[in-house]
């Protein structure tokens, strides 16, 4: 079977870019735990026998002792905001709009029992109500210091339940 030279070639690099897909999204990593859909998350925790006030609660605390302004929430989730650094507002900001840092964290139900709380945070400029203000999420390089928040929010709830300290979410 004799195939024209350009038929050859076509049907070459069709197979080498199907070959090169396939490694490329077989060796892809989650930072989610499997059966938990990737919505995009910077950072996730799971926690067990709590509820979702308790939840909101823990977050809430966390989220204030590390500067955040509790800006909104609706059922299971909830919006904080602080402003950016001075390096945010060198980096991002103009002369005159100021850079804030908003963080979305979700709280949804995983198993019976078990709560997958989750994060994504946001650069804003033109801050003003939530439908105000351009948000671009940051970059995966800054996911430890929001896990560091989390992971937080997990302890406190695991402390006020008295349960031992459970592992980090797979990254």
């Known amino acids: ?13 069709l197979v080498v870019t199907c070959a090169a897909a396939f490694f490329v999204s077989a060796c892809k990593t989650s930072r989610v735990a499997p ?4 919505d995009g998350s910077l950072a996730s925790v799971f926690v067990t026998n709590t509820t979702r006030s308790a939840i909101s609660e823990a977050a809430f605390l966390v989220m204030r002792e590390n500067g955040f302004i509790y800006k909104t929430s609706a059922e299971g989730s909830m919006v904080y905001e602080r402003e950016g650094s001075k390096w945010d507002q060198v980096a991002y900001g103009g002369w005159f709009e100021k850079i804030w840092t908003r963080v979305r964290i979700a709280v949804d139900a995983y198993q019976i029992g078990v709560f997958r709380v989750s994060c994504k945070v946001f650069r804003v400029d033109g801050r003003g109500d939530l439908s105000m203000g351009e ?17 937080q929010v997990q302890a406190r709830i695991n402390a006020a339940a008295s349960l031992p300290p459970q592992p980090t979410a797979p990254r």
Do not use: C, H, V, W
């Open 1 to 13: 079977m004799n195939l024209p030279i350009a038929l050859r070639r076509f049907l070459l690099a």
């Open 35 to 38: 059966g938990t859909p990737d």
């Open 135 to 151: 948000e671009r999420l940051i970059s995966p390089k800054n996911a430890e210091y929001y896990q560091g928040l989390l992971n």
